[in-house]
T-cell receptor
């Protein structure tokens, strides 16, 4: 049962524009959320995170927004650059039988075109 | 350069064979993890280790085994009991358990 859903498998954005990647979750016990970025043939790299006590976290061009009532978070990249082209995974965690294990979405492939 | 090294990059398994995937980290992290990724799917947790000589089953541990004899190393054995082993395997580590995880480049396992 997929508890973290990224419903858009792919997204194409023009360079300089905003990229918005969305993530929905079903488990109301999730209290920590992360975004990872993955290039082909490499492991995911941590990008940005947010705790459930906040609704926004910003790091340079990357901002994550959390809407707890809607069980929705989004990653904004402004301005988008061709080097941002990668697969982005949303992940969430909560205390469970497996500890605070991460639950990953299926990923969204972002293509930033010049 | 600190990081996580997984080897081999590609691995093939014959029917009934056990194979071992290597994961080494020089980040001085206490916690290590193994994940499996299938095409079009998210990562699923196989095993994790909080500290040397300790490890726990994740969500899909059946058909896999691990050991943690050294802080730097967390090898994963895919046993013949794992009937569908073809997947991309990722190893990760973190300073302490459940802290932000850093991933290796992965091993792609296929069945001959």
């Amino acid at each position: 049962d997929q508890q973290v859903k990224q419903n858009s498998p792919s997204l194409s954005v023009q360079e300089g524009r905003i990229s918005i990647l969305n993530c929905d979750y079903t488990n109301s016990m999730f209290d920590y959320f992360l975004w990872y970025k993955k290039y082909p043939a490499e492991g995911p790299t941590f990008l940005i995170s947010i705790s459930s006590i906040k609704d926004k976290n910003e790091d340079g061009r990357f901002t994550v927004f959390l809407n707890k009532s809607a069980k929705h978070l989004s990653l904004h990249i402004v301005p988008s650059q061709p080097g941002d082209s990668a697969v982005y995974f949303c992940a969430a965690s909560a205390n469970s039988n497996s500890g605070y294990a991460l639950n990953f979405g299926k990923g969204t492939s972002l293509l930033v075109t010049p | 350069d600190g990081g996580i090294t997984q080897s081999p990059k590609y691995l093939f398994r014959k029917e009934g064979q056990n194979v071992t995937l290597s994961c080494e980290q020089n980040l001085n992290h206490d916690a290590m993890y193994w994940y499996r990724q299938d095409p079009g799917q998210g990562l699923r947790l196989i095993y994790y280790s909080q500290i040397v000589n300790d490890f726990q089953k994740g969500d899909i541990a059946e058909g896999y085994s691990v050991s943690r004899e050294k802080k730097e190393s967390f090898p994963l054995t895919v046993t013949s009991a794992q009937k569908n082993p073809t997947a991309f395997y990722l190893c990760a580590s973190s300073t302490v358990l459940w802290d932000i995880q850093y991933f290796g480049a992965g091993t792609r396992l296929s069945v001959l």
